[in-house]
């Protein structure tokens, strides 16, 4: 795959259930893969693990996944918006508030999906999901590079900064905070204030807090 089309990524199930003894079969085998996964990681998962965890024949696996790879990637397919870092509105308010309530959202949806390590660890060695998501990356680039340049127009960001480049600054920011793996705590609080002032202009963030905190009273 090399258009970016995420249904590429699963391919033909050999075999799609319609009984419920069926589904509830297809739907074991998948939590059965993402504890597995998130447990033990990619590599060291295989079919055989996966259906015996799921309570199954390994000939009852194949009857529904051509192999892992297919199995991960529904999984993936399924959760890719929550993997994917926020995109910022930036005339809904006050930008520093919304940043930060977008930063705790993104976290606890990592946290909640918690396939994003697994996916680190298959994209040196898939293409075709690296493809999908530096698509969807650059999609989100150009959604969050024309709102800048809306809000450009209004005199609301930096004159003299290329919306472009900050958009790929953002969206850079916003997608690694959510994943440091230093064991320390990140003050989202103090990322959103980082972002707000490297957009807007310190007068522009006072005039939007201000008609935030108005329309609040």
Not at 125 to 143: I, S, V
């Amino acid at each position: 795959m090399r258009n970016g089309n995420d249904e590429n990524l699963v391919g033909s199930f050999p075999f799609v259930p319609r009984q419920e003894r069926a589904v509830k079969k297809k739907d074991a085998l998948l939590q059965s893969g993402r504890y597995l996964f998130i447990t033990k990681g990619y590599e060291n998962t295989t079919a055989k693990e996966i259906a015996a965890h799921a309570g199954v024949a390994t000939g009852t696996f194949y009857r529904y996944f051509s192999d892992k790879r297919q199995l991960f990637m529904y999984l993936v397919k399924d959760k890719l918006a929550n993997l994917l870092p926020p995109e910022p509105e930036w005339e809904a308010g006050d930008p520093e508030q919304l940043l930060f309530s977008l930063l705790e959202n993104y976290q606890q949806r990592l946290y909640e999906v918690k396939l994003d390590k697994v996916v680190v660890e298959l994209l040196p060695k898939d293409p075709d999901l690296a493809e999908t998501l530096k698509e969807a990356k650059r999609n989100m680039h150009n959604r969050i590079c024309n709102g800048l340049k809306r809000a450009q127009e209004k005199g609301h960001v930096w004159k003299d900064l290329d919306p472009s480049a900050i958009a790929w600054s953002v969206l850079v920011l916003l997608e690694n905070a959510a994943k440091d793996d230093s064991g320390q705590s990140i003050d989202f609080r103090q990322l959103a204030r980082l972002i707000g002032r490297m957009v807007f202009p310190p007068e522009v963030i006072k005039r939007l807090q201000s008609e935030q905190q108005a329309k609040s009273e």
